[in-house]
Antibody
Framework: EVQLEQSGAEVKKAGEFLKISCKGS????????IGWVRQIPGKGLESMGI????????RYSPSFQGQVTISVDKSISTAYLQWSSLKASDTAMYYC??????????????WGQGTMVTVSS | QSALTQPASVSGSPGQSITISCTGT?????????VSWYQQYPGKAPKLMIY???IRPSGVSNRFSGSKSGNTASLTISGLQAEDDGDYYC?????????FGTGTKVSVL
């Protein structure tokens, strides 16, 4: 079964570093784009960016460029989302999701369970 | 890039059909056929319901159908059922990133 398993909920303070993870299983991890989607409580979905594990080609959505870093370790089939200095406005649920195909415009068809990040000021 | 525009809410009675619109621009939705729709229940991850405008993934009910005309895409749910109650999001590819719609709350009366 194709699955994405995300790391657990985090409670941090503003200004702290954070890196959350997403481990893929049941498929060849390196050959599918994987991305991150933010959902602020009570709000809609926002695509943050995607990465191709085989060569680490990374595409950020304009709103998130420079705000976060997406990375991958294909040797352990894991993608990461990190912040160097958290803000209270980063409080949200973060989903990792795999694209359906090998094109960057393909839809997200496999989703992780989500990681809730809470940042206090 | 701006979010695609969806109505905040749509409602219908069991058995009826409803249609959710999703409006973008020629730079996103109107410029390609990479239009998708997702269903999300409270506290759950989204689920892909339609991709490439009108294709249903395996396992998705044929009560769900998609279409597009110009800069507007639509999701139609026919034979509305209680389990269709939830949030629905459209999305499109801009050529460099994916943009989601503002979301529509579907209520089954």
């Amino acid at each position: 079964e194709v699955q994405l398993e995300q790391s657990g909920a985090e409670v941090k303070k503003a200004g702290e570093f954070l890196k959350i993870s997403c481990k893929g299983s049941g498929y060849i991890f390196s050959t599918y784009w994987i991305g991150w989607v933010r959902q602020i409580p009570g709000k809609g979905l926002e695509s943050m960016g995607i990465i191709y594990p085989d060569d680490s080609d990374t595409r950020y959505s304009p709103s998130f460029q420079g705000q976060v870093t997406i990375s991958v370790d294909k040797s352990i089939s894991t993608a990461y989302l990190q912040w160097s200095s958290l803000k209270a406005s980063d409080t949200a649920m973060y989903y990792c999701a795999r694209l359906r195909g090998t094109y960057a415009g393909d839809p997200f068809n496999i989703w992780g369970q989500g990681t809730m990040v809470t940042v206090s000021s | 890039q701006s979010a695609l525009t969806q109505p905040a809410s749509v409602s219908g009675s069991p058995g009826q059909s409803i249609t959710i619109s999703c409006t973008g621009t020629s730079s996103d939705l109107g410029g390609n056929n990479y239009v998708s729709w997702y269903q999300q229940y409270p506290g759950k991850a989204p689920k892909l319901m339609i991709y490439d405008v009108s294709i249903r993934p395996s396992g998705v009910s044929n009560r769900f159908s998609g279409s597009k005309s110009g800069n507007t895409a639509s999701l139609t749910i026919s034979g509305l059922q209680a389990e269709d109650d939830g949030d629905y999001y459209c999305s499109s590819y801009t050529g460099s990133s994916t943009v989601f719609g503002t979301g529509t709350k579907v209520s089954v009366l």
